[in-house]
């Protein structure tokens, strides 16, 4: 642990299992004493640093210089790693530039979106003539960055890195900031979310069209949503650590498809993002952004069959009326229940005739919550099950959530029901 005359003491290999531990809690976030401080590694030097790693001492010693603290940066730092991570140019105040042909983007600072012609080029210069893995991470990187503008409130900008693994055929991206923690932000600035704790804030804030943004006119709400499904659709891996909430979500194991929203002894100051995509399975960036824009606007063959009204007045009369109700405030987010409610009262009132199921004062859902309520019914009713639910009242963020959600379920539908060409029919 560090004391007062040393506040960051690195890993030898900066990377997620570090992080993912009790690393962040070992910076020092509250003025110390004595100055200058000192920043070291482990025994043998620092021999390898994940981007986030870079992005996150880049993003903390800004946020350390502010307050005039001076860092006085060991021999075992002044690694060649040291040196191409950028974290030696950043604890000095510098930022390093990307070398053509090294296999590294340094740490970098963006202030402002103006500065984004510096993430195309540098990750040009990491990917050569590979336009589809350029396109990929300028994607993230701008996404994760716009975030930071519009939600950290700090005035120290956002931090990144980037690499490509040639021998793991692997990209690695990381953004991170010093500001106020995605769960401050939704608590401040989204309609019911000063009653969520910190965890269900991080947890609505990965939901599309979930924003704490002041101009919701430019701000969407997507941002950690697509990021999130550009890095499953790579075969990849998403990681965030804001304050004590971490979350992972991953095509490794089928329990992390969705994300795993948890909390943690750290507490990181801030918001950190980790990407990875799998270069030999990096898509086609292009047509999965095509995809998650037409699932969000509501475009597709899936859903003509929607049936959407805004009161009671306007739907068939003769339907069963179901209240969806919340689980805490305007959220509802409970998969046992929704599985519960999906498979005992949505599904068998079906069987009676048209359901309609209100909305009014559940305003924001979980995919994970809408997917489990609509479920059985498809389970059961296969491709009529819409022909027979009405949704009423929804919310535009529910209603984009639906038919996301419907979209899923009706496809996946559709695969099981396709014979196989060549296969018993």
Not at 66 to 71: D, K, N, P, T, V
Not at 238 to 255: A, G, K, N
Request: glycine share 10%; with cysteine.
């Amino acid at each position: 642990m560090p004391t007062m005359d040393n506040p960051l003491h690195l890993p030898g290999t900066l990377g997620l299992s570090w992080l993912e531990s009790a690393g962040a809690s070992t910076w020092r976030w509250e003025p110390p004493v004595v100055s200058p401080r000192v920043v070291d590694a482990a025994e043998g030097g620092l021999r390898f640093v994940e981007p986030v790693g870079a992005a996150m001492i880049s993003a903390w010693a800004a946020h350390r210089a502010a307050a005039g603290i001076q860092f006085a940066v060991a021999a075992n730092v002044r690694t060649p790693h040291g040196y191409a991570a950028g974290v030696l140019s950043r604890l000095a105040g510098h930022v390093a530039t990307a070398v053509p042909g090294r296999p590294v983007v340094p740490a970098q600072v963006v202030h402002s979106e103006a500065e984004f012609g510096t993430i195309g080029a540098a990750v040009e210069r990491l990917t050569g003539s590979d336009e589809n893995t350029a396109q990929a991470m300028i994607q993230c990187v701008e996404d994760l960055i716009r975030n930071v503008f519009h939600h950290a409130k700090t005035p120290h900008g956002a931090h990144w890195a980037a690499s490509i693994d040639a021998r793991q055929r692997l990209v690695r991206i990381g953004v991170a900031d010093c500001g106020q923690g995605i769960a401050a932000d939704i608590r401040a600035s989204f309609v019911g979310g000063s009653e969520l704790d910190d965890a269900a804030a991080v947890t609505v804030a990965l939901e599309p069209r979930v924003s704490g943004s002041e101009d919701p006119g430019r701000n969407m709400g997507v941002g950690l949503h697509v990021v999130r499904q550009l890095s499953l659709a790579g075969h990849g891996r998403f990681w965030l650590l804001t304050r004590r909430v971490r979350v992972l979500s991953s095509t490794d194991q089928p329990e992390t498809f969705a994300p795993r929203v948890e909390t943690v002894e750290g507490d990181w100051q801030g918001t950190a993002v980790a990407v990875t995509l799998q270069l030999d399975a990096m898509p086609a960036v292009g047509e999965v952004l095509r995809r998650l824009r037409d699932e969000i606007e509501g475009r597709g063959p899936h859903h003509r069959s929607l049936q959407f009204f805004r009161r009671l007045g306007a739907a068939d009369a003769a339907r069963t009326i179901l209240a969806i109700a919340p689980d805490t405030g305007v959220m509802a987010y409970d998969r046992e229940r929704a599985l519960r409610v999906g498979r005992e009262d949505v599904t068998l009132l079906l069987a009676r005739g048209p359901v309609a199921l209100t909305w009014d004062t559940t305003k924001v859902a979980t995919q994970a919550f809408a997917y489990a309520l609509l479920y059985p019914a498809v389970q059961a009713y296969g491709l009529t099950a819409f022909e027979r639910l009405q949704f009423i009242g929804c919310s535009p963020q529910v209603t984009t959530v639906l038919r996301m959600v419907a979209s899923v379920l009706l496809t996946d539908h559709d695969m099981r029901e396709t014979p196989v060409r060549g296969g018993p029919a």
